[in-house]
């Protein structure tokens, strides 16, 4: 893409550029008055661009990864495109790295505008996808990307998120840090060391970039300091599966088999059998989902971790960050946190400036040590309105406490209450595939037969829930098979991103801003992106699903015995959410969620047994804070009628990608 000349530079370009003359201005003044010692005592806070973009050296290497996947009878070799500044190993100093695997580079493309990596004819990288290389590489980072095995340039196979994958990447930090060979052809003999990084790394990607850094992160690789996971899968049954319940059509294989090279398509068939008999649509657990958890090694993590997620992202969806979140919590990782209103969107197409300015200061101090206080800072900031964003000193907040609330029965069959006293008696709905989430809470006030729910009274105060849920569901069904959901509803009008529509809470548009430096083949400008919103009565803000056959283990479902109870519970997604003063928070139990989970092979009548039903929900200020809410209201039924929702989602793609 050719650099647009017309564009204004944009606000940290001219801020940047401010920046750097006033302190050049300052460190000359005080050079007047202070000895040399002294003026060069002060430590540097942030890497400027001092480097040439134009003149950077650009090369290929191929990385031994000691594996042979495609069974040719030799080491698989993955490819690594590197963009790094010339100037610094003219003068004998070393740089860290910024590091993006991924299996997209040349099928699929990075990015809103779905951009491909391209070479000259010597096969040099001239484009290379995304900013990073532009805006990181004249600030005196190298910037890396790697074909995953099997994809664009790369030896191997596919093996989605199993060993090959993460060696993919793991092998080109041995080789930045001097543990592993590379070579200057896909099958020369000819070796070249990495002489000119001193190792440090960062990983960073988007869904399946991201999820290898998760991979590499928790093999406790060292060398590598910190990751950068955007919509990023932590564990892939998570992926295919909500325990038990179908996601998807398909499984790995297919996933495979849409990002191979051509040469990887010739020698595969192996590895694609391997990950087809592995991963049964049954819903069990199988060790080929072993392998492809990394939550269970989260105690291997040496890298602080900066994870971005879209809190309405149904493709990897946020169960993936919240367990990944809490393992890593649990060892002591290091860990910031930014969380939208979007759908399965990069931060750099719904909060530009910020996004770039703070990844800046993040890399700058966890590659390059210096102390510009953004470890200080707080843990996490959350888009609270469309465009309007909060923070949180740490997340979840300080006095967030699990709270059972109990559903109740109502004066209509179906539209019961929410609260902190378990009741008895029994709802029932009845499976119907053909309706989703948004079907049942536009009819949340009202009698259907496809599912049961349950409101608290208006709020009296704000209400704050931040983290992952479960809740607990006995139930009986009338047929040998029976999926359940359950949903957490804000019932009340309000503006939200638009996560339904294809873009998943964006509008691109059609003007320009620049974020580094161009060149004729690799323009540092991207289309600017504006809120999606819409005007609702309610908003769905956590689910999930499970297949109740699993209700005892994930390792095999069984056939259910009609008639008979069964107690089972579901995760929902992490989510941090207020409900506001004056709407209401509703839970609802249902079957097939459309478009979301598959059918079970029957159609079920499910008696809900409320007195062991309950929902276990992250609130802060816990039990105290809801009894505050719901205090001087009555939790009478509310009016009757059909309230304004987004349009159903449409069905994720099969694709962790863009």
């Not at 190993?89 to 099928?107: F, H, L, N, Q, W």
């Not at 080789?175 to 052809?185: E, F, I, Q, V």
């Not at 892939?236 to 040469?263: E, I, M, N, R």
């Not at 559903?407 to 609260?419: H, M, W, Y």
């Amino acid at each position: 893409m050719p650099k647009s000349t017309s564009v204004r530079a944009p606000l940290r370009t001219r801020l940047t550029l401010w920046r750097a003359l006033a302190t050049a201005a300052v460190a000359a003044l005080l050079a007047t008055f202070l000895t040399p010692a002294a003026a060069q005592a002060a430590p540097p806070r942030e890497s400027a661009p001092v480097y040439s973009y134009a003149h950077a050296v650009r090369e290929s290497v191929w990385v031994d990864t000691g594996l042979d996947e495609d069974g040719d009878g030799r080491h698989d070799r993955v490819a690594a495109d590197i963009v790094r500044p010339a100037e610094p190993a003219r003068e004998g100093r070393k740089v860290p790295v910024i590091m993006d695997a991924s299996p997209y580079y040349s099928c699929c493309g990075r990015g809103n505008e779905n951009q491909v990596k391209t070479y000259d004819a010597s096969g040099h990288v001239v484009q290379m996808p995304l900013f990073y290389d532009n805006y990181f590489v004249p600030r005196g980072y190298a910037f890396v990307g790697v074909d995953l095995a099997g994809t664009d340039r790369s030896d191997g196979c596919v093996d989605v998120g199993g060993r090959s994958d993460v060696q993919s990447a793991k092998a080109v930090i041995d080789w930045l840090n001097g543990r592993a060979t590379a070579y200057t052809s896909r099958t020369g003999a000819h070796t070249v060391k990495a002489t000119w990084t001193n190792g440090r790394t960062g990983m960073i990607g988007k869904s399946w970039d991201g999820t290898i850094a998760n991979g590499v992160a928790a093999t406790g690789v060292k060398g590598l300091k910190t990751i950068v996971p955007i919509s990023a899968i932590s564990s892939w049954y998570d992926y295919y599966f909500a325990q038990g319940a179908p996601l998807y059509d398909g499984g790995p294989a297919d996933l495979a088999g849409y990002v191979q090279s051509d040469t990887a398509a010739a020698h595969c068939a192996a590895e694609q059998k391997k990950l087809t008999d592995g991963s049964p649509r049954s819903g069990d657990w199988t060790p080929l989902w072993t392998e492809r958890d990394y939550v269970k090694d989260a105690a291997k993590v040496r890298a602080s971790v900066f994870v971005a997620q879209g809190m309405q992202d149904l493709n990897v969806r946020t169960k993936h960050f919240g367990q990944w979140w809490d393992a890593l919590a649990e060892n002591g990782v290091k860990r910031k946190l930014w969380l939208s209103q979007t759908g399965h969107v990069d931060p750099f197409d719904y909060r530009r400036g910020a996004w770039v300015d703070t990844l800046h200061r993040w890399f700058d101090h966890e590659l390059l040590g210096y102390d510009n206080g953004i470890d200080r800072e707080p843990v996490a900031d959350i888009e609270r309105h469309p465009d309007q964003w909060v923070t949180s000193a740490t997340w979840p907040p300080a006095g967030t406490r699990a709270t059972t609330l109990h559903p109740a029965p109502g004066t209509t069959p179906g539209v019961g209450t929410l609260g902190l006293q378990r009741a008895t008696g029994t709802e029932t709905f009845t499976d119907d595939p053909k309706l989703s989430e948004t079907d049942w809470a536009a009819r949340l006030t009202t009698s259907t037969p496809e599912k049961t729910g349950f409101l608290t009274a208006p709020l009296t105060e704000d209400l704050r829930l931040s983290g992952m849920s479960q809740v607990t569901v006995t139930a009986t069904p009338t047929t040998a098979s029976a999926h359940l959901s359950a949903v957490l509803v804000d019932v009340g009008p309000d503006t939200i991103r638009d996560y339904s529509d294809e873009a998943e809470g964006i509008t691109t548009l059609k003007n320009r801003t620049c974020w580094g430096a161009s060149t004729a083949g690799d323009s540092a400008c991207y289309l600017e992106t504006a809120a999606k919103t819409a005007d609702v009565d309610y908003t769905v803000f956590s689910r999930g699903w499970a297949d109740l056959g699993h209700y005892a283990s994930l390792a095999k479902g069984v056939p259910l015995t009609p008639g008979r109870p069964y107690t089972m519970t579901l995760t929902l997604a992490a989510t941090d959410h207020v409900v506001p003063k004056g709407h209401r928070l509703a839970l609802i139990v249902a079957g097939t969620d459309r478009d979301l989970i598959d059918p079970p092979s029957t159609k079920p009548t499910v008696t809900v047994q409320l007195g062991g039903t309950s929902a276990q929900l992250p609130l802060v200020g816990g039990a105290q804070a809801f009894a505050r809410a719901t205090s001087g209201t009555t939790a009478k039924a509310p009016a009757p009628k059909r309230l304004k929702g987004l349009s159903t989602p449409r069905r994720p793609s099969r694709i962790p990608g863009d």
